[in-house]
């Protein structure tokens, strides 16, 4: 079952909107390292809570789930039984003969099973709730190296509260659900607690060897120096090429722009968000964003505007419960993750 030439794997990991993406394009770009699809493999097919083995059966459809999230991402245009033959093919290959194998050690060889066919070295995950499954990361991969992107909690707000605009500026592969599923999830109250929620996630780990911080501000203004601090922390050469990026998953600019924009740093000052926005996201931030050295707005909220965000967030919550039922193994488990730094 040995594929692997190293035990390093690279975790991009992080609030949403916060620059992983972009950040895996950037370490895509490098000729060792191949970045994946985001997996969600901790959040949608593994269970911390089981050591039970899989049988045959099992070990086919969790192959055939890993290859559907890497070749297609989360929006899945084709059945999962459609990579059922490749995954036969793994099986009979590299597990037929083999016993007592649990869902990590699958997920495990999968990662290098698709860097090597893609003719590189290192995987790299970059999904961003990987975030809340630190611990069992660092258990099954020691030698793990963490990129922790942080961004501007407001920046994050106006993006995802721009994010169902997405369809409509190129990124033809979202499905319509999709961009409702990403309005229906915006309540400034709600965002700006899950971002105050992965802040304190990673401080934890703030102290560990093999976590890295990178400011999404300081990776635009100064992506050069950014990016060589990264390569020097991955114990990777640096290569110019790794520069060459287009934007990706922009919720403000159209697909097929290219390079680092420092405009989008302050963007959310002038493009999008009021000041009730602004007010409620510093409101549950401030202690959080002083630690990270983020500045206040002086700012006052319309009461009117503030009354209405109040009275539509329990029906903002529901949907957004029902729009994310399929998305998780256990949403109520998912939620829970998140909570414990709330």
Known sequence: MELQKTNKVVYIVGNSRSGTTLMS???????????????????????????????ESSILDLLAELLRSSREGM???????????????????????????SPIEVYKFFLYYETNKNKKEIPCEQTPRNLYYLKEIFENFPEAKVIYMLRDPRAILLSQKNKWKMKFLGHSNMPLKEAIRSWINYHPYTISKLWNS?????????SHPNVLVVKFE?????????????????????YNEMLDVHLAGSSVYKKGKKGFRKEV??????????????????KINIKEMEFWGYNLEKVKPN???????????????????????????????AIKRRLLFL
């Open 75 to 101: 929006w899945f245009r084709n059945k999962k039984d459609e990579y059922y033959r490749e995954a036969q093919i793994i099986y009979q290959t590299f597990f037929h003969d083999i016993k007592d194998i």
């Open 198 to 206: 992965a802040s304190k996630a990673i401080k934890p780990f703030l």
């Open 25 to 55: 394009k950037i370490l895509g770009n490098h000729p060792l390292i191949y970045s994946f699809e985001e997996l969600h493999f901790f959040e949608r097919l593994y269970n911390p809570d089981s050591k039970k083995f899989l049988n």
């Open 218 to 238: 300081e990776l635009v203004n100064d992506p050069y120096r950014t990016i060589k601090k990264i390569c020097d922390f991955l114990e990777v050469e640096f």
């Open 303 to 333: 009461l009117l505007l503030l009354f209405y965000y109040f009275l539509n967030f329990p029906f903002k919550t529901l949907g957004t419960l029902l729009f994310n039922l399929k998305r998780f193994r256990n949403i109520f488990k």
């Open 265 to 282: 740093i302050n963007v959310w000052k002038n493009k999008g968000l009021n000041k009730t926005e602004i007010y409620i996201c510093q």
